[in-house]
């Protein structure tokens, strides 16, 4: 999760900015402003998301006691996820 924060500290505010100040300039463009700030926020939502799944993914591949009666066979093919898969679900519904 922590990654997630920073990464957004860097690059996701900056984009939040954008999309205020282009709102500023022409206050009559709401529909864009909300979709900017849409996109920016579902986009940390979904690397917080995919962050915290592979976290729980990794604990549960290290633990011990899951060793002990479990094996882990991955079988399913790895598809994008976060910002990506957000960007790859736009494109085709467009």
Request: aromatic fraction near 6%; charged fraction near 30%.
């Amino acid at each position: 999760m922590i990654l997630s924060i920073q990464q957004f500290e860097k690059t996701g505010i900056k984009k939040l900015e954008k999309v205020i100040e282009k709102f500023l300039q022409d206050p009559t463009n709401m529909a864009a402003f909300v979709q900017g700030i849409q996109m920016e926020v579902i986009a940390l939502g979904l690397d917080l998301m995919k962050e915290t799944l592979e976290d729980c993914n990794q604990m549960l591949l290290d633990s011990g006691k899951r060793k002990i009666e479990w094996e882990v066979v991955r079988t399913d093919p790895k598809k994008p996820s976060g910002a990506a898969c957000l960007t790859e679900c736009i494109k085709q519904s467009w």
